[in-house]
């Protein structure tokens, strides 16, 4: 396998032959279980009273290999590199049974603290671009193992997402010296229409513009470009924001069992880009928040049409609809 770059949409796409050689094949005993015979290599774990709380094991077939170079060259126009890189499962939980809706704050704050070490021990490798957190679960959603797991993957470049994030905001900053994250919340908050709940310093909202139905957004009111550096300085990320991630977490799964989750964080500027200008006052311009956007199954075709999305739920009317789904507290 290796990386292409579309020329047009400036998109990475993993292509090749070997395809099979990916598909996990069907277990009858769980790998990610405390007891089983198949355990997965650990790489880092959190500890807790007992034994551990959270895991981050290598993936048992990953896309991305830490050995080697990307080797990035050209191929006439287009651009193309090797799939290295580094693709880690976090076993959010020993229980198979105890996904983060179902699980104590503290174990949530423990996943999230591991999640903040993992980030920041892949980003200390000089020729990581970006480390990507992100959770499918549900069928239609892609979800790859029955285990509560989330995926961490490491990357030679930045996800075309992240890119026209980070443009946006450094553009906003130039012309307001304000974070268009920051002013996104603080409008939200003043109009109290599309927030859905906040605990502490935490906010969860639905988008303005949302793609898909039930968009939903977790964003901290206090301004921090990287959720690593929020996740291992300040315990509030493992209290408050456990409970607002479970509680949301419950509120979606009230209307939908699919859905992705993903973390947007700064790209690595334990080693800024000598081309680029982003990395220069990302500190300043971007915001880390937490996306969710749950998989409808009846309207999976209608979400997108040549990159405009289609939304048949308006955020003020999803927005009502998860602040009155049932939750367990």
């Not at 790209?267 to 937490?290: A, E, Q, V």
Request: one cysteine or more.
């Amino acid at each position: 396998m290796e990386l292409r770059k579309d020329p047009i949409t400036r998109s990475w796409v993993m292509t090749g032959d070997d395809l099979a050689d990916g598909v996990p094949r069907p277990e009858t005993v769980c790998r990610f279980c405390p007891d089983s015979p198949n355990r997965t290599q650990v790489i880092a774990a959190a500890p807790n009273a007992v034994s551990w709380s959270a895991q981050s094991v290598v993936h048992p077939t990953p896309l991305y290999h830490i050995e080697g170079e990307p080797g990035r060259r050209g191929d006439g126009i287009y651009d193309r590199m090797s799939s290295v890189g580094a693709h880690e499962v976090l076993v959010e939980n020993p229980r198979h049974d105890r996904q983060l809706w179902h699980a104590s704050d503290e174990e949530i704050g423990q996943f999230l603290r591991l999640a903040s070490e993992r980030i920041l021990d892949l980003k200390r490798d000089p020729r990581v671009k970006y480390v990507s957190l992100f959770k499918d679960h549900g069928p239609n959603a892609g979800q790859e193992f029955a285990h509560p797991t989330s995926q961490l993957t490491a990357t030679m470049f930045v996800p075309r997402r992240v890119l026209y994030e980070l443009r946006a905001g450094r553009e906003y900053f130039q012309a307001k010296e304000r974070c268009v994250f920051c002013d996104i919340l603080a409008q939200e908050e003043r109009q109290a229409t599309r927030v859905i709940e906040a605990h502490g310093d935490y906010v969860a909202l639905g988008p303005y513009a949302p793609r898909v139905p039930y968009e939903t957004w977790i964003i901290p009111r206090n301004h921090d470009a990287s959720f690593e550096r929020t996740g291992l300085s300040k315990p509030g990320l493992r209290t408050n924001l456990a409970a607002l991630l479970r509680r949301t977490l419950q509120r979606v799964r009230a209307l939908t069992e699919g859905f992705h989750l993903v973390l947007h964080t700064s790209p690595n500027s334990l080693h800024p880009s000598k081309t680029l200008g982003y990395w220069k006052t990302i500190d300043d311009d971007y915001h880390w928040h937490i996306e969710i956007m749950p998989v409808i199954a009846a309207k999976a075709r209608s979400y997108t049409f040549k990159e405009v999305y289609y939304s048949p739920v308006s955020s003020e009317t999803a927005v009502k609809q998860l602040r009155e789904a049932r939750i367990d507290g």
